[in-house]
């Protein structure tokens, strides 16, 4: 026999908690996306002007050595962007167990990390304003 509790089910979640899941996860991707491509740009257009030109890699060994770097990166400042975000007053959804487990919630947590490291990306992709130069160079050298 069942007990009344067990009869219960969870209502899903509200569009308002679903939207703050979206926001919760969506902010600290902004801030991965954004420091992983500035960072990537900055080093492997570095990496290729500097140590690519002395050991004659390729550009794309430049990038992926400045992936690397930025990876590495990435691993130390993961707790800075999150504790940011935390400070930004964005709060933990209040959900229970069974409705942070829904596939509603966890669809809105999903699309907040894609949209967010896709918007971070974009704004992350800053460096390149400052390398047209050293890449002219780069080429009129060749």
């Known amino acids: 026999i069942l007990t009344s509790l067990e009869k219960l089910e969870v209502a899903p979640p509200s569009p308002g908690q679903l939207k703050h899941v979206f926001f919760h996860n969506a902010l600290p991707f902004v801030g991965f996306g954004f420091l992983d491509n500035a960072i990537m740009i900055a080093a492997g257009t570095q990496i290729e002007l500097s140590i690519g030109v002395i050991l004659g890699i ?82 009129e050298k060749n």
């Not at 992926?64 to 964005?90: F, H, K, P, Q, T």
């Not at 959804?93 to 971070?120: E, F, N």
Request: net charge negative; proline share 4%; glycine share 14%.
């Open 58 to 139: 390729s550009t794309m060994a430049g990038a992926a050595l400045g992936n690397l770097v930025s990876d590495l990166a990435g691993l130390g400042l993961a707790g800075y962007v999150e504790a940011l975000a935390s400070r930004l007053g964005l709060s933990i959804p209040d959900l229970t167990p069974k409705q942070a487990d829904m596939w509603q919630t966890r669809l809105s947590a999903h699309l907040g990390k894609a949209i967010g490291v896709t918007i971070g990306c974009i704004l992350g992709m800053f460096p390149l304003l400052f390398f047209g130069d050293e890449e002219e160079k780069l080429e």
